[in-house]
């Protein structure tokens, strides 16, 4: 099934999107800023959200993990 018809799997990668475009963005600053606006801007938009909320994304990511390794 794929992850757009499962609301459990569109979650787990909106959280791995919003993770690893904040790890590209403390790592290499200038790859997401030059894409601000356009079809990569979601991806910087990432990065600002996992920036600005990252203790609620850490929560998600724990509860997610619970849900994934106890179903």
Not at 46 to 70: H, Q
């Amino acid at each position: 099934m794929s992850a757009l018809f499962n609301f459990q799997s569109l979650l787990l990668v909106i959280l791995l999107a919003i993770c690893t475009c904040t790890y590209v963005h403390a790592t290499w600053p200038a790859l997401l800023d030059k894409n601000k606006s356009g079809a990569f801007g979601v991806f910087w938009k990432f990065a600002r959200i996992g920036e600005r909320l990252s203790p609620y994304v850490a929560i998600g990511c724990f509860i997610m993990a619970f849900n994934v390794l106890s179903g």
